[in-house]
């Protein structure tokens, strides 16, 4: 049964007792799956990774079949999920267990995805789409947040931590909480003050790699990696900046292939891209397909892990990775 995001309440929650969580909006699904959390408090919660569960699948059930003393219910959260998992999932819902929640919290699911349709076409299953929140959600979420603190701020500064955000809630709700915690003492915020908590001025130098890495501009990519030193933690930021800004050009792919009008597909982004960056975004938009960029989005993600395994190593892997997507013609 397919459930729109704002219908996942706490009636829903308490009733259903599997869920497919799905899409391209991993802030969302983050923020929704910790709404649950927060909700059940007396239960048993176990995070998993499909790979590890198919790895040894006897592990996983011992899991669901040993119940704590101390809990009413048991919730398993299954991330990266696939058609892989499908038919271990039946056995399981087979068993009738009722005090038994599991989510399952997957990436873009195709429409001829086993697991996708399996949740969709079972009335007692729910099957929630992440897509990428819009502008005007974004600016909702952020008005009523500063609202409620009682934190005044100009409308051009909520639309500069907007843009920040690449059109990400997880990243919005992570730079609120920072003007939050410095309104403790300050409830007007200046926008000197908001550069400084946000990090604009030293994530400039990252925002000009990665759109120009995903332009395939070669020349100018390898000169900002020559001209500037990444520590670590940089570098863990180039890899995030990448998963936003790819979202946000999958988005504007899919709406290029459909429309095959450039500059409409520019002029109707939401949110909407500064007049400075149109330029490389339309270098972006013509270089990519949406089906490859869905790939890099998947590869990040283990690019991402690969950095934190090896620290020693990043800037290499890194660097590797960077080389490999401006001169890889197959992308486009």
Known sequence: MIKKVFQINKETLNKENYLLFYGINEGSKDVKTSEILL????????????????NDEEIFFNEILNKSLFSEEKIIIIKKGTDKILNLLKKII?????????????GVLEKKSKLRN????????????????TYETLL???????????????????????????GD????????????????KEKKISTADLIKLINLTENYSI??????????????????LNENKFDTQENILIIRTFL??????????????NNQNLDLTINNSKPPIFWKDKDITKQ?????????????????????????KKLDSSIIIITDFINDLVINKANN
């Open 284 to 308: 972006q938009i013509s270089k990519w397909k949406s089906q490859n960029i869905k790939k890099l989005i998947y590869n990040l993600g283990d690019i991402e892990l690969e950095i934190k």
């Open 118 to 133: 399996f949740f969709e076409k079972e009335n007692n299953l729910i099957c929630v789409p992440f897509y990428q929140d």
């Open 244 to 257: 936003m800004k790819s979202k946000k050009l999958l988005k504007l792919c899919i709406d290029y292939e």
């Open 94 to 106: 087979d068993k009738k267990l009722n005090d038994l929640k599991i989510i399952v919290i997957s």
């Open 39 to 54: 909700k059940k408090k007396k239960e048993e919660i176990s995070n998993f990774d499909e790979k590890d569960i198919l």
């Open 207 to 224: 925002n000009e790699l990665v759109d120009n890495c995903l332009a395939k501009n070669k020349n100018k990519t390898i000169q900002i």
């Open 140 to 166: 909702d979420y952020a008005k009523n947040f500063l609202l409620k603190n009682k934190i005044t701020m100009s409308t051009s500064n909520i639309n500069l931590i907007i843009n920040k955000c690449n």
């Open 169 to 184: 809630k997880k990243n919005l709700i992570n730079e609120l909480d920072k003007i939050q915690m410095f309104s403790l």
